[in-house]
């Protein structure tokens, strides 16, 4: 069970990087997000608190469920180009997320020295999730993108959490949860906007501020 | 959570500041009713009155705060408070770039004060003083260098040491006059405290060079400050350009005070230490007179140009009174206060040359010379500053219609003249107060010293024969001067005088444009400092023949040293630096990504070195 949750998120942060179009960017970070559900759950069940359920819940509907469709619906609406744009293609990316994997596990390693492998492991796998995040952040050109990325981003810091130091407290779980949507909502408001402003959700077109 | 703790320290090092600030403060309070008055909107009024009280109080509590904490605290709200009061005048462009300066200097130096704190705070794990004090015991000598050079450039910003000196002159003008005051009288000496607390009772005299370093930028700056004072025209501008200078005394004689403990003559030290004290409370008291006076002036003319004034003793006879008595005594002649502490500076130094061999003695010697020609300066400042603006004929129609100001102008400045011919003649009983005062600063047990003869007579040299009153002297110069009036009027009588025109080679159109002007005043000593004040000069005139001038012009003005060279030099490379910093900012959204990317990567390769 242990590795096949760790397999799968590993599995589908790779699926984000090597997504060349907008649904299935979305549809990687759902199925990442159903692993995460599973990892809360077995934590649950291991625990038997109620609150790990609600969060294991809360995951379910929010990241596997809500936010995927409102991001889908949003590229429907704005009939968007389903290509992503790259900056780097999607083979020269996977080396690169190689290159980060080994980094996130001597990072890991070096961060929980003294603690079991498969803390490591789960350290290592958070640290993956992160980065490449901020991987497709950067590299891709559609700002449906920088959203998911953002989102997986913090895929990575809840499964650090939860997997590392046996989760955040309740409180400060929902009140995150609250902020991803919340957040979701804003920036698919800017994507509209922008949409509208510059026919075309292409980020590398917002370059008129500069000093 | 943080707690704030709040404790207080009531040593007579803190209560010989508290006298000081409510000594100024009360003076300045009364003052300040007729000076506001009628030229704010009441509301306007009761916000100056508040933030001037907000402002005693917050002195008040830096002089007695018991822990660093509270100390830099207070600190803060000392100089934002001070702020609110320079950009009091909002309307005036001229303040808000004022107060703009004086609140970029005076952050600079609190974040001296916070590293040196923190430092302090590190070793010792609390924040008493008394705590701190025993932590430091065993610091290290490096690191004790280390935190007193940051509590002398923090403190020495608002101490205005030269070069740190900028805004003083800059910002103290712009204020209402009875806020000057209180800020070359009080504020600039909490400087002076928070360096004796931390550097001297605190963190305790480590080496020989802290307190050489001292006295050599306290000469430094009393020359510069002087020498900027003697050009100025502007007579609030002259009068904080003078507060650089007098800071430069005081810490004359509080740094040969460290230097004598150090070397563990502590008779003269605890004498160094008497003297830069006295000098302290004389320069509060009368620079605040001083600044109340030139209030009155720029009230009763309503310009704060030397040049435009004149003939003003016969329209404020008071305030021409309370000004000729600041400036005989910041011109130290005797018998007056700043006499006999710069008298006893000297002395302080004649007697370290004598005690001390080798090196030392030669840097006494040179540190009396830089004195002595202050002093002489000061003088020839003086003498512009008072005798300009007062005797004369009036060089402008708003000096000519000048009239005298309210009482309680003339009330809050008579306090003060008061007190400084009071510290003129009790000098013994001062001395004797602020022997304790030294005493308990330099930790030396001070009740077999003795600096007096008797109730009269000074003796700083115990033993010696060196002897100084200053009631004698009073008395006989009151006789003398007396005696001269009256052998006068039996001589030739009232009615020998007889008033007329000044004789003018049969020209018949003198005005008042042909007296003697401020600039040209100061001309030979522009000339003499030259090299120092880099004058520029142009002369244009136009001839009708050769031999009718038709119209002629004259311009002069110096070169501020400090501020063309050192501070211009820094601000250019900060612009420089930001300019080419601008470079990094492309517009693009990825590669501001790329940015935070690229940080996160390499915190993470180099985590191990960390």
Same mark, same amino acid.
């Given at each position: 069970?242990?590795?096949?949750?760790?397999?799968?998120?590993?599995?589908?942060?790779?699926?984000?990087?090597?997504?060349?179009?907008?649904?299935?960017?979305?549809?990687?970070?759902?199925?990442?997000?159903?692993?995460?559900?599973?990892?809360?759950?077995? #934590?649950?069940?291991?625990?038997?608190?109620?609150?790990?359920?609600?969060?294991?819940?809360?995951?379910?509907?929010?990241?596997?469920?809500?936010?995927?469709?409102?991001?889908?619906?949003?590229?429907? #609406?704005?009939?968007?180009?389903?290509?992503?744009?790259?900056?780097?293609?999607?083979?020269?990316?996977?080396?690169?997320?190689?290159?980060?994997?080994?980094?996130?596990?001597?990072?890991?390693?070096?961060?929980?020295? =003294?603690?079991?492998?498969?803390?490591?492991?789960?350290?290592?796998?958070?640290?993956?999730?992160?980065?490449?995040?901020?991987?497709?952040?950067?590299?891709?050109?559609?700002?449906?993108?920088?959203?998911?990325?953002?989102?997986?981003?913090?895929?990575?810091?809840?499964?650090?959490?939860?997997?590392?130091?046996?989760?955040?407290?309740?409180?400060?779980?929902?009140?995150?949860?609250?902020?991803?949507?919340?957040?979701?909502?804003?920036?698919?408001?800017?994507?509209?906007?922008?949409?509208?402003?510059?026919?075309? !959700?292409?980020?590398?077109?917002?370059?008129?501020?500069?000093? | 959570?943080?707690?704030?703790?709040?404790?207080?320290?009531?040593?007579?090092?803190?209560?010989?500041?508290?006298?000081?600030?409510?000594?100024?403060?009360?003076?300045?309070?009364?003052?300040?009713?007729?000076?506001?008055?009628?030229?704010?909107?009441?509301?306007?009024?009761?916000?100056?009155?508040?933030?001037?009280?907000?402002?005693?109080?917050?002195?008040?509590?830096?002089?007695?705060?018991?822990?660093?904490? /509270?100390?830099?605290?207070?600190?803060?709200?000392?100089?934002?408070?001070?702020?609110?009061?320079? !950009?009091?005048?909002?309307?005036?462009?001229?303040?808000?770039?004022?107060?703009?300066?004086?609140?970029?200097?005076?952050?600079?130096?609190?974040?001296?004060?916070?590293?040196?704190?923190?430092?302090?705070?590190?070793?010792?794990?609390?924040?008493?003083?008394?705590?701190?004090?025993?932590?430091?015991?065993?610091?290290?000598?490096?690191?004790?260098?280390?935190?007193?050079?940051?509590?002398?450039?923090?403190?020495?910003?608002?101490?205005?040491?030269?070069?740190?000196?900028?805004?003083?002159?800059?910002? =103290?003008?712009?204020?209402?006059?009875?806020?000057?005051?209180?800020?070359?009288?009080?504020?600039?000496?909490?400087?002076?405290?928070?360096?004796?607390?931390?550097?001297?009772?605190?963190?305790?005299?480590?080496?020989?060079?802290?307190? #050489?370093?001292?006295?050599?930028?306290?000469?430094?700056? *009393?020359?510069?400050?002087?020498?900027?004072?003697?050009?100025?025209?502007?007579?609030?501008?002259?009068?904080?350009?003078?507060?650089? #200078?007098?800071?430069?005394?005081?810490?004359?004689?509080?740094?040969?005070?460290?230097?004598?403990?150090?070397?563990?003559?502590?008779?003269?030290?605890?004498?160094?230490?008497?003297?830069?004290?006295?000098?302290?409370?004389?320069?509060?008291?009368?620079?605040?007179?001083?600044?109340?006076?030139?209030?009155?002036?720029?009230?009763?003319?309503?310009?704060?140009?030397?040049?435009?004034?004149?003939?003003?003793?016969?329209?404020?006879?008071?305030?021409?009174?309370?000004?000729?008595?600041?400036?005989?005594?910041?011109?130290?002649?005797?018998?007056?206060?700043?006499?006999?502490?710069?008298?006893?500076?000297?002395?302080?130094?004649?007697?370290?040359?004598?005690? !001390?061999?080798?090196?030392?003695?030669?840097?006494?010697?040179?540190?009396?010379?830089?004195?002595?020609?202050?002093?002489?300066?000061?003088?020839? *400042?003086?003498?512009?500053?008072?005798? /300009?603006?007062?005797?004369?004929?009036?060089?402008?129609?708003?000096?000519?219609?000048?009239?005298?100001?309210?009482?309680?102008?003339?009330?809050?400045?008579?306090?003060?003249?008061?007190?400084?011919?009071?510290?003129?003649?009790?000098?013994?009983?001062?001395?004797?107060?602020?022997?304790?005062?030294?005493?308990?600063?330099?930790?030396?047990?001070?009740?077999?010293?003795?600096?007096?003869?008797?109730?009269?007579?000074?003796?700083?040299?115990?033993?010696?024969?060196?002897?100084?009153?200053?009631?004698?002297?009073?008395?006989?110069?009151?006789?003398?001067?007396?005696?001269?009036?009256?052998?006068?009027?039996?001589?030739?009588?009232?009615?020998?005088?007889?008033?007329?025109?000044?004789?003018?080679?049969?020209?018949?159109?003198?005005?008042?444009?042909?007296?003697?002007?401020?600039?040209?005043?100061?001309?030979?000593?522009?000339?003499?400092?030259?090299?120092?004040?880099?004058?520029?000069?142009?002369?244009?005139?136009?001839?009708?023949?050769?031999?009718?001038?038709?119209?002629?012009?004259?311009?002069?003005?110096?070169?501020?040293?400090?501020?063309?060279?050192?501070?211009?030099?820094?601000?250019?490379?900060?612009?420089?630096?930001?300019?080419?910093?601008?470079?990094?900012?492309?517009?693009?959204? =990825?590669?501001?990504?790329?940015?935070? *990317?690229?940080?996160?990567?390499?915190?993470?390769?180099?985590?191990?070195?960390?």
């Amino acid at each position: 069970m242990e590795l096949f949750i760790i397999l799968g998120l590993l599995a589908t942060a790779f699926a984000l990087v090597f997504a060349k179009r907008l649904s299935a960017l979305v549809g990687s970070f759902s199925l990442q997000s159903f692993f995460l559900v599973l990892l809360s759950l077995r #934590e649950a069940v291991r625990g038997a608190h109620l609150d790990l359920y609600i969060i294991a819940g809360l995951v379910l509907a929010l990241k596997v469920l809500i936010i995927p469709r409102i991001l889908l619906n949003m590229i429907k #609406e704005i009939k968007a180009n389903e290509n992503l744009g790259f900056f780097i293609n999607p083979q020269l990316s996977l080396l690169v997320a190689l290159g980060l994997i080994y980094l996130s596990w001597a990072f890991s390693s070096l961060v929980f020295a =003294h603690q079991e492998t498969l803390v490591k492991v789960y350290g290592a796998v958070s640290f993956t999730i992160i980065s490449l995040g901020l991987f497709i952040m950067v590299f891709r050109i559609k700002a449906l993108a920088q959203i998911v990325g953002l989102l997986a981003m913090e895929n990575g810091i809840f499964l650090l959490a939860s997997a590392v130091s046996g989760g955040m407290p309740f409180l400060v779980e929902m009140a995150i949860f609250f902020d991803v949507f919340v957040g979701v909502i804003i920036l698919g408001v800017f994507v509209y906007r922008i949409n509208k402003l510059f026919v075309g !959700i292409d980020i590398d077109k917002l370059n008129r501020l500069r000093g | 959570m943080l707690k704030i703790p709040f404790s207080f320290v009531f040593d007579p090092l803190s209560i010989f500041f508290l006298i000081i600030i409510i000594a100024i403060s009360i003076s300045s309070f009364i003052y300040s009713w007729g000076y506001l008055q009628g030229h704010y909107s009441t509301a306007k009024i009761i916000l100056g009155q508040i933030l001037f009280v907000l402002f005693v109080f917050s002195m008040i509590a830096v002089v007695t705060a018991g822990n660093i904490f /509270l100390f830099l605290i207070v600190w803060e709200i000392m100089s934002l408070v001070s702020y609110f009061l320079v !950009i009091f005048d909002t309307e005036n462009k001229k303040s808000i770039e004022a107060g703009t300066i004086y609140m970029v200097m005076t952050q600079v130096g609190t974040a001296f004060l916070l590293m040196a704190f923190l430092l302090m705070y590190r070793a010792a794990g609390s924040f008493d003083f008394n705590a701190i004090h025993a932590a430091l015991i065993t610091m290290s000598a490096k690191q004790k260098n280390i935190i007193f050079l940051l509590l002398l450039a923090g403190f020495g910003t608002k101490a205005g040491i030269v070069p740190l000196h900028i805004w003083l002159p800059i910002a =103290h003008p712009q204020a209402s006059s009875h806020v000057s005051s209180l800020m070359s009288g009080v504020m600039i000496k909490t400087a002076v405290y928070g360096l004796i607390r931390f550097g001297i009772i605190i963190l305790g005299v480590n080496s020989l060079w802290w307190g #050489e370093l001292i006295v050599v930028l306290a000469c430094v700056s *009393c020359l510069v400050g002087v020498i900027y004072a003697l050009m100025e025209n502007d007579i609030k501008t002259l009068l904080a350009y003078s507060s650089v #200078e007098n800071m430069g005394i005081i810490l004359l004689g509080i740094g040969s005070a460290m230097i004598f403990i150090k070397l563990g003559f502590t008779v003269l030290a605890v004498l160094a230490m008497c003297a830069g004290l006295y000098h302290l409370i004389n320069h509060a008291i009368f620079k605040g007179l001083l600044f109340l006076g030139a209030g009155s002036v720029y009230r009763a003319t309503g310009t704060r140009n030397i040049e435009r004034m004149g003939g003003l003793i016969q329209k404020l006879p008071w305030t021409s009174i309370y000004f000729l008595i600041g400036s005989m005594a910041i011109s130290a002649l005797p018998p007056l206060n700043g006499f006999v502490s710069e008298w006893l500076i000297l002395i302080v130094f004649f007697l370290g040359a004598l005690a !001390i061999t080798g090196g030392l003695k030669l840097f006494f010697c040179l540190a009396a010379g830089a004195l002595a020609l202050t002093s002489g300066l000061t003088a020839a *400042c003086f003498v512009k500053a008072f005798g /300009l603006p007062f005797l004369g004929r009036a060089r402008s129609a708003k000096a000519e219609n000048a009239k005298e100001v309210p009482w309680s102008m003339n009330l809050g400045a008579g306090l003060l003249a008061l007190l400084t011919i009071l510290l003129s003649l009790g000098a013994v009983y001062t001395v004797r107060f602020l022997v304790g005062v030294s005493g308990f600063v330099l930790a030396v047990n001070t009740s077999q010293i003795n600096f007096s003869l008797n109730r009269f007579i000074l003796s700083p040299q115990i033993g010696g024969t060196i002897n100084l009153s200053t009631p004698i002297l009073a008395l006989i110069l009151l006789l003398a001067g007396s005696g001269a009036f009256i052998l006068f009027y039996l001589l030739y009588g009232k009615a020998r005088v007889v008033i007329g025109q000044t004789w003018d080679c049969g020209y018949y159109k003198l005005t008042s444009r042909n007296e003697y002007t401020a600039t040209g005043f100061s001309k030979p000593f522009r000339l003499a400092f030259s090299f120092f004040l880099l004058p520029f000069r142009k002369v244009t005139k136009i001839k009708e023949s050769r031999y009718h001038v038709k119209s002629f012009s004259y311009e002069t003005k110096t070169t501020k040293v400090f501020r063309e060279y050192l501070y211009k030099t820094i601000l250019g490379g900060a612009f420089g630096v930001s300019r080419n910093m601008r470079g990094l900012q492309l517009g693009s959204i =990825h590669i501001y990504l790329g940015y935070i *990317c690229l940080t996160l990567l390499l915190l993470i390769i180099f985590v191990g070195k960390f």
